[in-house]
């Protein structure tokens, strides 16, 4: 019996003396395959670095259509105004809109507000709860999928960082009349126009 | 048609291996193994690589492994063998391949992995993959926009044994999922064939006959369920998939079938053979091993552009 509790006593004292930790499955699991941070961290990079990065180059969008129509080569124009990781992808485009609501599409879980600037260009602003593409994730200058070599977990990163898009617009409450300001970006395969683009918002201010 | 457009293009990449077996060339032999000559898929990988590899001067050797690991490593022994320049591979699987592609890189041949990737890094010379995750979003919009976002609908994964079916099957779920009246009634692997694809639609269309939708996980399972669907006279339901063959392309142009992705195997192809050449010429590597292509989203505006999996802007 003595030596039963002696025996019980050495394991424990291995156990805690030895730098070993006992893990659930669960900790097992997650310790095999550990979770990218960059997906914890997606709503302070939106925060801070991209909602930055995106007021700081973002042109008003009759600006940028004014300057996108004076070129020739989109990939140029990709360089100029806007961004992408590589040749074959997307560009990213970072615009400002300021201008009143015209129509708000809520019925569908694509929700929209339009918005009609000063010239009457008006511009659709994703509003969700879901939005479309990955122009967010996309424009960002210094996270890359190789940050994560793994599609899936890109893929899910790009989510969250729509899903805080969505938390942020949907802290207002709009209304057709309203003016607005609006921070976000685009994605387009060639030259833009007004009616072909889907703004994703970072910020979203009533006036 | 679709027989005679496989053989059609086996027979391309047959003569064009009997070919490079008669005109020795200075700068080596490039071996090409791929999964099976006789899927377009594949095929068109062949051809792109073999085509790519001729125009630098290469000789060819265009092999197949049809997913058989073993087989496959008897190919590299060959080839090492035959003391080839490189290897270019869409290999047989992610993990058990790391152990071919060590043996060649030790031997001093670089090897060039297409489409498929292998689990370790630091091996391969470089790793050239399809987003699949892209192409499956891009796919899972379009469905959930023809469905107005609502509706029984069905999933018919490709194959879950393979990574890339996988990566698939989640990226249609991150989309959809965010529907809620959209109600998945029945999922099915339909082994990425089409047949499987077909019978498959059969017996999930008698259990569901309200079904709205099919979302397949590539393009002979859409091709199995476009065939299930119109001998059963439902053209009312919306089939979507991934891969882009000459066949999808003929189903998308007639109508039946609503959307795909084009992967790009013959561009993958050829950037491999590039890789590979670069390394020959001078030793040097690309900047990053695993690089990813996107696939291109198709439908009634552009399916014009695509043959044997190459896109041309028209």
New interface residues.
Partial sequence: MRLRILALALCTSVLCFSGCRIVTVQEYQQLQDPESPLLKQAPEIFDTKLTTQIKDSALPIDELFDKLSAMQDFAEACKTYGYRQADDLQCNFPVKLEGSISEINSKSRRGTLTVTTADGTAVKVQIGPVIMGTALRDIQKDISYIDFNDQTVYGEYGERINAHSVEHANANKYEVGQNVEVYGAFSTWDFPNATSIRVAPVIVTIK | MKKLSILALSAAVAAAVSFSAQAASDKGTIAIMVNALDNPYYAAEAAGADRQAKSLGYDTLVLSHNEDVKRQNELFDNAIGQKVVGIIVDCADSTASVAAVQKATDAGIPVALINREIVKDGVALVQLTH????AG?DVA?RFVELMA?EGPYVELTCNLADNNCV?RS??FH?VID??PDMKMVARQDAKGALLDGKNAMDSILQAHPDLKGVICGNGPVALGAVASLKSAGRDDVVVVGIDGSNDEMASIKAGDLKATAMLQAQELAVQGVNYLDAYLKDGSKPE?E?I???GIFIDQTNADNVKDFLYTEK
């Fill in positions: 987003n699949n995750f892209q979003s919009n976002e990566t989640k990226a991150q965010q529907f990053k695993r990813m292509f996107r």
